[in-house]
């Protein structure tokens, strides 16, 4: 059975995105729940299923004592890092399509700002990040940008990539986000130079090749296309959906391939068949990024270009608006907000709804694919559609 077009997201909602704020997690995650049910005409009565963030720490009891949650009926809770959101939505549809649950809210987030801040140190603590811990943290290989920082080396080595092309990804975030006046850096243009001249983190990542360390929140609300049809809310549908595992699980430098993102490439293939769509029907797309590389490898691993070409695909504008294939509208996590991905959903269906401010709506707007990447190389992917 397939969960094509089964399914439907039905309430999005978020919270503002910070750099500070007194609120706990869960409290930015409440306030985005209770915004995408407004959203979608839904109440927290109707919530059957929530699926919390394992990123954020958080579990299902507390979204049933906090809302009120009286009918709750099923939750799990996904451990891929990034990846895990849409994995969720996928559980979700599982959830939906089999008759266990009818109404699945979805949040995520964090206070990456001024909670679990990752420079310094204060991550929730995740246990797939053992092995890592014991074997390569004493010897310096302590955070994400240094992981990832190796794999940006081997395809520069591999492929030619240069830092200039990462910068032309931070670039063009921050010029969406320069017509999103939700995203941080709204009103902080940023030019090739200033890229250039900022300070290095780990080879090749300078500053503004790392997303931001914000505060904030979103979630989603799904449903069957049914019920869907019974609401006032514009719904979305869920064209297909896929998750992948990398293997070994353990590290990133223990991949067979550093510059390839091989489970990334499995659950777009998955996804986008179980659409029946091909990468060239998108319209638009939303790579959730934590470092400028990430963007290159996943044009690369879900088909968008070759192996090596993404480089000179984004050095020639095409992920621009206007372009062949515009990229994080919203400004991504480079310039809108590193919210674990939640806000590149959300920015999908604010596309397909026509409901972004117009200097950044893409035109004609009828699939939108996000994929994220979590751990060491998990991948998902997502195709929304009307």
């Known amino acids: 059975m397939s969960l094509a077009d089964r399914c439907a997201i039905v309430g999005v909602g978020n919270t503002a995105y910070t750099r500070g704020t007194d609120r706990s997690t869960l409290e930015l995650h409440l306030e985005a729940s209770l915004r995408a049910l407004a959203d979608a005409g839904l109440s927290t009565d109707d919530v059957d299923a929530v699926l919390p963030s394992a990123t954020a720490g958080r579990h299902a009891e507390e979204f049933a004592m906090n809302l009120g949650l009286r009918n709750l009926r099923f939750s799990t809770t996904v451990h891929m890092g990034g990846a895990s959101l849409i994995a969720s939505v996928q559980n979700a549809c599982m959830a939906i399509t089999s008759g266990v649950a009818s109404c699945v809210l979805i949040p995520a987030g964090r206070r990456g700002y001024s909670g679990e801040r990752v420079s310094t140190g204060r991550s929730v603590p995740e246990g797939v990040m053992d092995s890592t811990t014991e074997f390569e943290r004493p010897y310096g290989n302590v955070a994400a940008v240094q992981w990832f920082a190796q794999a940006a080396m081997r395809h520069m080595h591999e492929f030619g990539s240069t830092s200039e092309q990462l910068g032309h990804v931070a670039v063009n975030s921050r010029a969406n986000a320069n017509l999103n006046p939700q995203a941080l850096m709204h009103g902080r243009p940023m030019t090739m130079a200033d890229h250039q001249s900022s300070r290095m983190i780990s080879t090749p990542f300078r500053l503004f090749d790392c997303s931001l360390e914000s505060d904030g929140a979103g979630a989603v609300v799904v449903t069957s296309v049914e019920r869907a049809r019974d609401l006032d809310a514009v719904a979305v ?96 996590s480079l310039s809108e907000a590193h919210a674990s991905g939640i806000n590149h959903v959300i920015e999908a269906v604010r596309q397909l709804r026509g409901t972004v401010e117009p200097a950044r709506q893409v035109a004609e707007c009828r699939h939108v694919g996000v994929v994220v990447e979590g751990n060491f190389f998990e991948g998902s992917t997502l195709v929304l559609r009307r």
């Open 237 to 332: 549908l869920i064209g297909g959906v896929g998750e992948a595992h990398s293997y070994p699980s353990t590290s990133l430098t223990q991949k067979p391939d550093l510059a390839r993102v091989g489970s990334l490439t499995e659950a777009s293939a998955r996804a986008f068949t179980m659409a029946g769509i091909t990468v060239d029907e998108l319209d638009c797309l939303q790579i959730h990024e934590g470092f400028t590389w990430y963007v290159l490898a996943a044009l690369e691993a879900i088909g968008a270009v070759g192996p090596g070409e993404a480089g000179p695909f984004v050095e020639e504008g095409h992920i621009a608006l206007g372009g062949r294939l515009p990229v994080n509208t919203h400004g991504g």
